[in-house]
């Protein structure tokens, strides 16, 4: 699953929002459904993004780049 993490994240800041939301919707991790969040954020979907932050226990206002959040991520997996 690190490995599938690590490649939506890369997806995502490459602009591939569609492959790295497959990948992460396909896992039930709360650490997915924080970059699944990030993803309608960045997507500009407020509501879906807010309900993902939710699943995962975080905060939709903690950052406000969602690629320095998701950089942020990809650092707290091992």
Same mark, same amino acid.
């Given at each position: 699953?690190? =490995? =599938?993490?690590?490649?939506?994240?890369? %997806? *995502?800041?490459?602009? #591939? &929002?569609?492959?790295?939301?497959?990948?992460?919707?396909?896992?039930? !991790?709360?650490? *997915? *459904? &924080?970059?699944? *969040?990030? %993803?309608?954020?960045? #997507?500009? =979907? #407020? !509501?879906? !993004?807010?309900? &993902?932050?939710?699943?995962?226990?975080?905060?939709?206002? =903690?950052?406000?780049?969602? !690629? #320095?959040? %998701?950089?942020?991520?990809?650092?707290?997996?091992?």
């Amino acid at each position: 699953m690190t =490995d =599938d993490l690590k490649s939506a994240i890369r %997806l *995502a800041l490459a602009g #591939e &929002w569609d492959q790295a939301h497959f990948i992460v919707q396909e896992l039930g !991790s709360p650490l *997915a *459904a &924080w970059i699944h *969040a990030v %993803l309608h954020k960045i #997507e500009g =979907d #407020e !509501s879906n !993004s807010r309900y &993902w932050y939710a699943r995962a226990q975080k905060n939709y206002e =903690d950052f406000k780049d969602p !690629s #320095e959040e %998701l950089r942020f991520i990809d650092g707290t997996i091992s």
